[in-house]
C-alpha cells in the first residue's frame, strides 16, 4: 500500500488571498491557510475501480 500527502500550492489561489484583502472561507472566497487538499491522484477517468485490478470487477 501506498500513500501521498497532496499540498494545495498557494499561487493556484491567485489573487484570492487573504492577503489581498478577501476573508477567508466561510466568510469569503479566500482559501484558509490551514486548510487540506481533498482528492485523488487515481485518474477515474481512464482506469475505473481497484487500481491493483484492472478490468475486473470487485468481489465482497
Same mark, same amino acid.
Given at each position: 500500500?501506498?500513500?501521498?500527502?497532496?499540498?494545495?500550492?498557494?499561487?493556484?489561489?491567485?489573487?484570492?488571498?487573504?492577503? *489581498?484583502?478577501?476573508? $477567508?472561507?466561510?466568510?469569503?472566497?479566500? &482559501? *484558509?491557510?490551514?486548510?487540506?487538499? &481533498?482528492?485523488?491522484?487515481?485518474?477515474?477517468?481512464?482506469?475505473?475501480?481497484?487500481?491493483? $485490478?484492472?478490468?475486473?470487477?470487485?468481489?465482497?
Amino acid at each position: 500500500m501506498v500513500g501521498a500527502v497532496l499540498y494545495s500550492d498557494p499561487g493556484d489561489d491567485g489573487e484570492i488571498r487573504e492577503e *489581498n484583502g478577501y476573508k $477567508t472561507y466561510p466568510e469569503g472566497p479566500a &482559501r *484558509n491557510p490551514s486548510s487540506v487538499q &481533498r482528492g485523488s491522484a487515481q485518474f477515474l477517468s481512464v482506469r475505473p475501480g481497484d487500481p491493483t $485490478t484492472p478490468g475486473y470487477p470487485s468481489k465482497p
